[in-house]
Each structure stands twice: as structure tokens, then as C-alpha cells.
């Protein structure tokens, strides 16, 4: 079966934390699968998170880059209510940056989007 999923590729063992942020954000969350690097230093080698409902790959990466995370790709999430909203982008985007603040922009009540501390970037939608 043909399969996609989102792969968030951390450079240094941050993985870890940021598993441990994504899973303080949503509730129900949790780690399918994780494997160590052999070196536990370099951290990670591959863990599927199930993040409401979708699987997200996340990986260090034992090979430096010359490139990092681009806003350009985000995760969305649709949010119930404006509590909610506010929640994650306080949360997400503590130690991050805010792209887009909290606000009416005319697609929906809501919309806020922010890098959080290792680079990801959330589209935080209240359709």
C-alpha cells in the first residue's frame, strides 16, 4: 500500500524534545515506534508520532545539512475553538517566532502561524 506522510528531519538529537513538545500540544498523541542511532549522542534514527490522527516521521539527522526547515512547508491544523487555537500557538510558538499573528484574515474566524523552537512552521486554522 502506497503511503504518505510527513518527514521533519532535526539536525543535532533534538528530535526528543521536539517529540516531547508536538505530544504536549495534542492530546492523545503518542510515539508508534521510535529506534535510536547507534550512537545515542546523534539521538534518533526514525520515530512515527500519530499527532491527531496523522503519522508524522521525525528523524536526526547523522549527516550535517546545509539547509533546515522552510515556513514554505507547515503542518495545518484545524482547531475546534479559539481556546485551543490560542493554546497552540502560545505553545508552538514559545522560543520560535510568529509568522502570522492571531487575527481575522478573512478566510476564517481565526488564524495564526508560527515557527516553533527547531524550525517547524504550524498554519493554526479555526475554520
Known sequence: MTQIRPFLMFQGAVA???IDLY???FPGGRVVTSTPHADPAQGIMLAELDLAGLRVLVSDSAVGHAFDFTPSSSLFVDV???A???RLAALLGEGGGVLMPIGD???SQAFAWVNDRFGVSWQLNLP
Open 23 to 25: 505530544l504536549s500540544a
Open 80 to 82: 475546534d475553538d479559539r
Open 84 to 86: 485551543e487555537l490560542e
Open 105 to 107: 484574515y478573512g478566510f
Open 16 to 18: 526528543a524534545d521536539a
